[in-house]
């Protein structure tokens, strides 16, 4: 397991904040999205200034004025589904949101995963819809990664022939790599693996299996090993108000 260094999540300015409170954001997500969710909410009891207008619609062509929309995307274990739920949110809202994105829940890539095929599903999505809202602001999403079973319970995995996460994380992190090697520098990207990979201190949890490289999820962030605690939503929220900041200083009038 190897640890590098990585830039901590840091708080936000009063300006970035007001520009992120202009915004009319929609987010599709499930599970760990929620632990995103509640971690804005716990950012807003803690500071009032980061009191965002978080509403969970179905209805999305009723989106008026600045808001977080956030909807359940799809099912989890079909990432197609997931797609094609976003792609038909995103033409209900039309020209009523200024930000949209949506993110694959770790169910959806296991071992068995085409990763290649996935992403270019994904891919030629995104594309058709940037074609179709050219006015739009899309965000892409790194997979979240679980954490690896070691120790005794670990061995215990192997020993049954049963699987221990470590290849279904190498699909995430292929899929990950496909994405960050796509969008970065051209398109924002939220990436959750590498937060959900970093340490508060900025220390990082990397593994190498068989000359393969991922990202797993560092014990810190969650109780389940799979979902973010507490602690984990409110820096994955935090994390994620930065990248919005960042990419509204992109949008027109904003």
Known sequence: MKQQASQNVAELSAPRLERIRSLRVVFGHQSVGKNIIDGLQTLALEKPAYRLNVVETSTPEKIAGPVFAHFRVGANMTPDSKIESFSQYVSRAGSAVDVAFFKFCY???GAETDADELFRKYQKTMADLKRQYPQLTFVHVTIPVKTVDGGVKGIAKRLLGKSTGEEANIKRARYNDLLRNEYLGKEPIFDLARFESTAPDGSRVEVEKNGARYEALHSVY?????????????????????????????????
């Open 107 to 109: 169910v959806d890539v």
């Open 222 to 254: 969650s109780d389940d090993g799979e979902h973010l605690n507490r602690e984990g939503g409110r820096r994955a929220a935090l994390a994620l108000l930065q990248m919005l900041a960042d990419a509204s200083e992109q949008l027109p009038n904003k």
